[in-house]
């Protein structure tokens, strides 16, 4: 899996980050915040984008890999709600301890500089959806869901790096299994994968600025709105 990159270090105060922000490519992907849930759209590179950005997330706990979305418009003949805004993401190790408060600051500084780097990723780094104990996440004692957050027009998703593996596999299968699927569904249904808050899924404590859960839909043949 590659991913081009572009690499910044912001200081704001005595605190210095490292930022991973995704190259966009032919791809198209759009991230939006809905009442109850987010709605993330993306087509075949631009799933193959977000499964390189997971897997770069679960090796780099000391960098925020940021995925610039906001500003992409959707697919043509989604319905959308006229409260729904359109988010940038962050994927960022648990460690690293980031507030999404400073984001908005960090976020501005990102316009000067940076280094342009490609992402090499192997394949191997998730696991097959056979080798994940789903069952895990009901016991009292699991801390590697991924947790949300929202602010300035961002979804945060912070976990550990088993958590970006283990929903990186999932994420992944938009690119290597969906297309395939949409191809012979004919326009029915769709190919998608969702993902919940902390242990707790949408039973448990809500997250801050955002809902609990990322609904993933593969876009088949993307027509711009």
Known sequence: MKLRTTIHRVRLGRDEYRVVTAAPRDGRAVLYDGDWS???YADRPAAEDLAAAWALAARSPRSLVHLPLRDNTGPAGQQLHHDETRL???LLHHTLGFPPSRWKDVRARL??????HTADIPESDFPAEAEIDFDRHHFADWRDGLHFAGAARTLF???SAEAFRWTG???RSLGTEAPAWAAGAAGRSHFCVTLTHGPGGLFGRPPKGAPGQLHVE???GWTAA
């Open 38 to 40: 987010l709605q993330l």
């Open 157 to 159: 998703l912070t976990g």
């Open 218 to 220: 593969y876009a088949h």
């Open 169 to 171: 596999s999932l994420v």
């Open 88 to 90: 940038d993401l962050v």
């Open 111 to 116: 316009r000067r500089g940076g280094v342009p």
